[in-house]
């Protein structure tokens, strides 16, 4: 989990790094609520802790978020996983591969790590059942030589969670 | 060719109508792209820079750069510069491209030149409403956790102790609340008149706030015994606990074309409307003691200026007097003749008044009692708040109103 993602090796362009330093500042000024950005030098990789929401099947969690930047940030999307151990979670592999449509088809570059934290809190809030999801075994399988979640062909069929 | 008269061309120095190089630009039609700019079809291609400044720049949502002016998306009028605007438009794709802001398809932008003061206008009162959809969804957080710490203290409710500990965080927190909505109130009021709000006010208050309410253990234990002797007392005498939220402030909220703003003005007064209105009216008493102790009312009304008070002078907005005019028609249809004793104490009741409650169920209180006018009859007899964080900040104001007694003598009969 470790190794850089293929989207990753490239550094951040000029106009990547301006934007995520800004991101960062206004982070510090008015972070999200139940996320705590984990302090390091390297802007391109955001370790993030979450905490699951009080009232939720995710309470009194906490589970760590890894964000990395691709070159064309923000007009690319950043590739977001959990790092193990990930919550069980209908739409979260055990691998820490995230199921969601705004990471990946959906992504557009007037979102922010902001608004994807808060999107990815909501989706662990609304979940009714701890449990991975049907394929995971199969999916985790295929993801063994290391390949980023953004290589996956998503299928986004449940709105529900 | 030619220029035909008439038609809008904007002087646009030549080196602003192609990118400045802010991303690798492919497919673009450099030709077009001028031609569009020099129409003012879309913004000049102006270097961004890196902070605001001084002067009224816009900052672009996509690249976070600040520009003089943005294009507009014509499904949502979300600005965007337009090198970030060239970006948007996949080559490859066949799908129609999507707004970024707003997902609607065929995203298409136009240019109007910077914005108006209207528009300025409009866009901070949208602003306005996130916040205030954020704070309601704070309320309601803290409206769950005091009801779980509710449920952990009916456990333990043989040592009281346990539960001052747990909910002191809340009671904090409350007030925190209560001071931003003190905001939204303002913005209520000068909707009506779209008058650009200052957002710098609302940190200050918050940060005196927290100054005064970080109490310590010991401070909580004491203000809990003082109230539950008072609460006791209380009970014997007047057992009906007076719900202080009147029709007429409702009504009245949507005289400003607000509506949506009641909820939000309701919500906040419910909690700890009677407290506000306890704290205040003993912090008042003892403040206003002998000098005013006839003008009870009036001096009711003053709290109703206050959340102008410390903005009016940032916003330039209303002069003093017309917004002690414009106030009456919205919130206090009767204190229209205490207008020259308002003037002068304005200050000095500011100091107590904000430091205790949210001016806005301050507010709603005095409709109260002029409602019920001709015979003061302030708070309606002993109030009893329904939670525990009432109960301690009740406590607190009565602590500390005993102790100003003691200095000098009270004026009006509080009950």
Redesign the interface.
Same mark, same amino acid.
């Given at each position: 989990m470790t190794s850089p993602s293929p989207s990753a090796r490239k550094g951040l362009?000029k106009?990547a790094c301006?934007?995520l330093q800004? #991101?960062l500042v206004e982070w510090q000024v008015n972070p999200p609520a139940g996320f705590k950005h984990k302090v390091t030098d390297n802007l391109q990789r955001w370790v993030i802790e979450v905490n699951g929401a009080?009232?939720t099947l995710y309470a009194n969690e906490t589970y760590q978020l890894q964000v990395d930047f691709p070159e064309h940030y923000?007009?690319e999307a950043p590739q977001v996983i959990f790092l193990p151990p990930a919550p069980l979670h209908p739409h979260i592999y055990s691998n820490g591969h995230i199921c969601l449509d705004i990471l990946y088809d959906?992504w557009? *570059?007037?979102m922010t790590v902001s608004s994807i934290c808060i999107s990815i809190l909501s989706m662990l809030s609304s979940s009714t059942v701890k449990q991975r999801p049907a394929d995971n075994d199969r999916y985790v399988k295929n993801c063994r030589n290391g390949r980023s979640p953004k290589e996956t062909r998503w299928w986004f069929h449940d709105d529900k969670v | 060719m030619g220029n035909k008269l008439g038609r809008r061309r904007q002087l646009v120095d030549e080196k602003y109508t192609k990118p400045q190089g802010?991303?690798q630009h492919k497919d673009v039609d450099h030709k077009k792209l001028r031609k569009l700019i020099l129409d003012s079809k879309l913004a000049p291609c102006y270097p961004g820079d &890196?902070e605001c400044g001084a002067s009224e720049l816009e900052e672009c *949502?996509? /690249?976070?750069?600040y520009y003089p002016s943005l294009n507009r998306s014509r499904c949502c009028l979300?600005g965007i510069c337009t090198e /970030?605007f060239l !970006?948007?438009k996949t080559p490859n794709s066949t799908r129609p491209t !999507?707004c970024?802001?707003c997902?609607t398809s065929n995203y298409a932008v136009e240019y109007r030149g910077s914005k108006t003061k209207e528009e300025k206008g409009l866009e901070q009162i949208e602003e306005q409403r996130v916040i205030e959809a954020k704070i309601r969804m704070r309320q309601q #957080?803290l409206i &769950? #956790?005091e009801q779980?710490n509710l449920k952990c203290r009916d456990v333990s409710s043989s040592n009281s102790t346990v539960g001052a500990i747990e909910t002191a965080a809340p009671s904090y927190n409350l007030v925190m609340e209560g001071s931003a909505v003190e905001g939204d109130e303002i913005v209520a009021s000068q909707e009506s008149c779209t008058v650009p709000v200052t957002r710098s006010v609302r940190p200050r208050q918050n940060s005196s706030r927290e100054d005064e309410f970080d109490l310590d253990l010991e401070d909580i234990m004491v203000m809990e015994a003082i109230w539950l002797s008072i609460q006791e007392n209380g009970r014997r005498r007047n057992p009906v606990y007076v719900e202080p939220a009147p029709e007429e402030q409702y009504v009245a909220e949507e005289q400003c074309s607000s509506a949506s703003m009641a909820p939000a003005a309701g919500s906040s007064s419910s909690p700890s409307g009677g407290l506000a209105c306890a704290i205040a009216a003993l912090a008042e008493r003892q403040q206003m003691g002998d000098e005013t102790s006839s003008s009870y009312q009036a001096s009711m009304s003053a709290y109703n200026m206050m959340p102008g008070c410390s903005d009016r002078d940032t916003v330039h907005f209303p002069a003093m007097g017309s917004s002690v005019e414009m106030s009456p028609d919205m919130q206090l249809p009767n204190a229209t003749g205490d207008r020259e004793w308002i003037d002068d104490n304005r200050s000095e009741i500011a100091d107590v008044g904000t430091s205790y409650a949210s001016s806005d169920d301050v507010a709603q209180t005095s409709i109260h009692h002029e409602d019920e006018s001709g015979n003061f009859q302030p708070m309606g007899g002993p109030i009893v708040p329904e939670s525990f964080e009432e109960q301690m900040m009740l406590a607190m104001a009565v602590s500390l109103a005993e102790a100003r007694a003691r200095a000098s003598p009270p004026g009006a009969a509080w009950n």
């Open positions: 362009s106009i301006n934007r800004k #991101e009080p009232g923000p007009m959906s557009s *570059p007037a | 802010l991303y &890196d *949502p996509i /690249c976070f750069l979300k /970030c !970006q948007m !999507q970024p802001f997902k #957080e &769950d #956790e779980r």
